[in-house]
């Protein structure tokens, strides 16, 4: 189990608010759950977004054994407002942002991911999270209607954490082979 996030916290809340209207205020509690669910759904990708870049630049500053001009050129070029390029995100895998570490990544990938069930659905569930955040944005957001319930959304939030918390650990254990000289 995982320590609580702000996106726990915001669901818990958001679900006694909606709870609480619900018993005096319904069309107060309708209104509010469409609000939640939409800045849910914002929380989550958001938090994601903030997690996997951050993994990724981990990652490189490991590889790059601590080089600041490795990590900002890695940052300014690769990150910084390019993450929502990394993923397909009305796909249902993640070979695209697998592929930018390289081949060896992307099988490697590919095998874990046909050998468990739960890793693939956690992809799906991220991906998910991710498509339904850029329908929202892109969308008029005032106006658009957002289909999933809050639990709904949570649950996917919840089943994409583990894509997210293991994502460090795969890219550490690929070893692709060294480049030639």
Same mark, same amino acid.
């Not at 609480?20 to 989550?44: H, I, N, Q, T």
């Not at 993640?94 to 069930?117: D, H, P, T, V, W």
């Given at each position: 189990?995982?320590?609580?996030?702000?996106?726990?916290?915001?669901?818990?809340?958001?679900?006694?608010?909606?709870?609480?209207?619900?018993?005096?205020?319904?069309?107060?509690?309708?209104?509010?759950?469409?609000?939640?669910?939409?800045?849910?759904?914002?929380?989550? +990708? !958001?938090?994601?977004?903030?997690?996997?870049?951050?993994?990724? @630049? #981990?990652?490189?500053? %490991? &590889?790059?054994?601590?080089?600041?001009?490795?990590?900002?050129?890695?940052?300014?070029?690769?990150?910084?407002?390019?993450?929502?390029?990394?993923?397909?995100?009305?796909?249902?895998?993640?070979?695209?942002?697998?592929?930018?570490?390289?081949?060896?990544?992307?099988?490697?990938?590919?095998?874990?991911?046909? +050998? !468990?069930?739960?890793?693939?659905?956690?992809?799906?569930?991220? @991906? #998910?999270?991710?498509? %339904? &955040?850029?329908?929202?944005?892109?969308?008029?957001?005032?106006?658009?209607?957002?289909?999933?319930?809050?639990?709904?959304?949570?649950?996917?939030?919840?089943?994409?954490?583990?894509?997210?918390?293991?994502?460090?650990?795969?890219?550490?254990?690929?070893?692709?082979?060294?480049?030639?000289?």
């Amino acid at each position: 189990m995982h320590s609580p996030t702000p996106v726990d916290r915001l669901y818990d809340e958001s679900a006694s608010v909606i709870r609480a209207l619900g018993l005096s205020e319904p069309s107060l509690a309708v209104a509010a759950g469409d609000s939640f669910r939409k800045a849910l759904v914002l929380a989550a +990708a !958001s938090h994601f977004e903030h997690r996997v870049s951050s993994c990724v @630049l #981990e990652f490189i500053r %490991e &590889r790059a054994n601590g080089s600041g001009l490795v990590v900002a050129f890695v940052k300014n070029k690769a990150v910084s407002r390019q993450y929502h390029t990394w993923f397909k995100w009305d796909d249902t895998n993640a070979n695209q942002f697998f592929g930018l570490f390289g081949s060896e990544f992307k099988q490697m990938m590919g095998e874990r991911i046909k +050998a !468990s069930e739960e890793l693939k659905n956690s992809i799906r569930a991220f @991906l #998910e999270v991710g498509n %339904e &955040r850029n329908k929202l944005v892109h969308q008029d957001f005032a106006s658009f209607s957002l289909e999933k319930t809050l639990d709904e959304i949570y649950a996917l939030y919840r089943q994409s954490l583990l894509f997210v918390e293991s994502l460090g650990s795969h890219l550490r254990e690929c070893q692709p082979p060294s480049p030639e000289p």
